[in-house]
C-alpha cells in the first residue's frame, strides 16, 4: 500500500508520539516539519542541500503547479519527484485552500469551486475530481483531499453545510483517485471550532477510511489557545494508527503545541518566508539579523547550531547580505531557519522515545524566550 504508519512509542504523560511513515520514496521519522516547495522548489535551496538539512518529505501545491507549468508539463517529466530531482517523499495539497487565499472572483458550488487564476485573470474550475487528476499526474506520495477551509469566524449552519460537503467531496476524491496503490490519499477534518462538528466531521471521515488524516481549517487566524483546544478534542478521534496532519503550523511553540496533542505531520512557509526578510529562529530566540546591533557581530547566527550558515559566516556578514539584497544571503537565513525546524523535530523526537518531552519543551521554551505556560 502507498503509505504505512508505525507507531513507535506514545509519551506516558501527553499525547505526544514517536512514529515512522513509510512511503514508496522512502521512511519519515515522526513527528516530522515538512519544508515547503510552493512551485516545485523550496525557495533557494538545492534538493542536496535539503538532504543535509535532513529533510524527508517536502510539500508543493497544487494549485500553483495547475496554473504553472501545468500538470501535464509535470507529469511529461515523469512527475515531480524527477521535474524537480526530489527522490525523498512529496506530499501535495489539493488547492482548494489557495484558491480562497490567492484568486480572485470564486464561487462554490456543490460541483467545485470557479476562480480567476491569480496569474492571468483567465476563469479557472477546481473540483474533486479536477484536483486528484492533477495530484495524480503530479505523483506526490501523499496527496490531500479537495475541501473548503471554511472561513474564520463562521457561523455553525455555515461550518455544518460546509463540513458536510467536504465529506462529500472526500468521497468524490477516493472515487476519482486512480493511484491508491503509489499515492496515499488524507482526508481533511472540519468543522470550525466548533466541538460537535469536529466529531461529525471526523466520524463521517473515518468511515471513507483513508491512510492518514489532517486537521483542517486551523492558523486562519483563531487564537493560540483556540487552537489548541480544538486540537486537545478534536486529535483523539482520528485513528491512532494512521499519521496525523497539522496543515499550515508553524512557528516553534505551535509545533510543540502540537506534538503535545498528538500531531505527527506538520509544514507551514514561516520559516523559510521569515528567512528572506532577514528574521531567524534560534535556539536563544528569534533574531532579526538586519537590526544594526549586528553591524559588528561576528559571532555566528546561533550559538549551538553546528549548520554550514553557523559554521562558516558571522552575523555581521549575514546582516550586510541581507541589507544588500544579495541572493546569497536568503539561502544563508533559509539554510539555517530549516536545519533549525528540522533539528528541533529530532530532539522532539529523541525527547519522546526518553520520555522527557515535556522536559525539552520546557528547555526550549526558557532559552527561546517563550513562558513557560
Ligand atoms: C489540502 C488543501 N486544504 C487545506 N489546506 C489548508 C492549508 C492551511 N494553511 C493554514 N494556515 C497557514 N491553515 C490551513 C488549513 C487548510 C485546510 O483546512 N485545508
Ligand atoms: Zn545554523
Redesign the pocket.
Known amino acids: 500500500m502507498a503509505v504505512r504508519f508505525e507507531l513507535l512509542k506514545r509519551d506516558k504523560h501527553t499525547g505526544a508520539r514517536r512514529g515512522r511513515v513509510y512511503t514508496p520514496h522512502g521512511t519519515i521519522e515522526t513527528p516530522v516539519f515538512m519544508p515547503v516547495g510552493t512551485q516545485a522548489t523550496v525557495k533557494t535551496m538545492s534538493p542536496e542541500e535539503l538532504k543535509e538539512i535532513g529533510a524527508e518529505i517536502i510539500l508543493s501545491n497544487t494549485y500553483h503547479l495547475f496554473l504553472r507549468p501545468g500538470h501535464d508539463i509535470v507529469k511529461e517529466a515523469g512527475g515531480l519527484h524527477s521535474f524537480m530531482n526530489w527522490d525523498r517523499s512529496i506530499l501535495t ?5 489557495q484558491v480562497f487565499s490567492l484568486s480572485s472572483l470564486r464561487k462554490i458550488t456543490e460541483e467545485g469551486v470557479e476562480f480567476r487564476s491569480h496569474l492571468s485573470g483567465e476563469k479557472l474550475f477546481l473540483s474533486p475530481e479536477k484536483a486528484i487528476e492533477v495530484e495524480n499526474a503530479l505523483g506526490a506520495d501523499i496527496i ?2 479537495f ?1 473548503e ?1 471554511p472561513p474564520y469566524p463562521a457561523t455553525r449552519d455555515y461550518l455544518k453545510e460546509s463540513l458536510e460537503r467536504t465529506t462529500r467531496w472526500a468521497k468524490r476524491c477516493k472515487q476519482a483517485h486512480r493511484r491508491p496503490h503509489d499515492q496515499a490519499l488524507f482526508g ?1 477534518v ?1 468543522g470550525g471550532m466548533e466541538r460537535d462538528l469536529r466529531k461529525q466531521s471526523a466520524e463521517e471521515l473515518i468511515e471513507l477510511d483513508f491512510p492518514g488524516y ?1 486537521v ?5 487566524g483563531e487564537p493560540k489557545p483556540m487552537m489548541y483546544e480544538v486540537l486537545e478534542f478534536t486529535t483523539p478521534l482520528l485513528p491512532q494508527d494512521k499519521p496525523r496532519y497539522l ?3 508553524g512557528s516553534p511553540d505551535d509545533l510543540f503545541e502540537g506534538v503535545e496533542r498528538g500531531i505527527d505531520m506538520f509544514d ?2 514561516l520559516p523559510t518566508r521569515i528567512a528572506r526578510n532577514g528574521t531567524c529562529m534560534t535556539s536563544v530566540g528569534k533574531v532579526v539579523i538586519r537590526n544594526a546591533t549586528y553591524v559588528r557581530d561576528w559571532e555566528k547566527l546561533d550559538p549551538n547550531c553546528d549548520c554550514y550558515t553557523c559554521r562558516n559566516y558571522s552575523r555581521a556578514y549575514i546582516r550586510h547580505l541581507i541589507k544588500a539584497d544579495e541572493i546569497f544571503g536568503l539561502r544563508l537565513t533559509t539554510y539555517h531557519n530549516l536545519y533549525f525546524l528540522v533539528q528541533t523535530m529530532k530532539k522532539i523526537r529523541e525527547s519522546i522515545e526518553q520520555d522527557r518531552f515535556l522536559a525539552f519543551k520546557k528547555d526550549f521554551y526558557e532559552a527561546y524566550g517563550y513562558n513557560v505556560g
Request: aromatic content about 4%; some cysteine; proline content about 0%.
Open positions: 495539497d489539493s488547492g482548494g485552500f490531500m483531499a475541501d477551509c481533511i472540519q489532517a483542517g481549517g486551523l492558523s486562519v496543515m499550515g503550523v507551514c512557509v
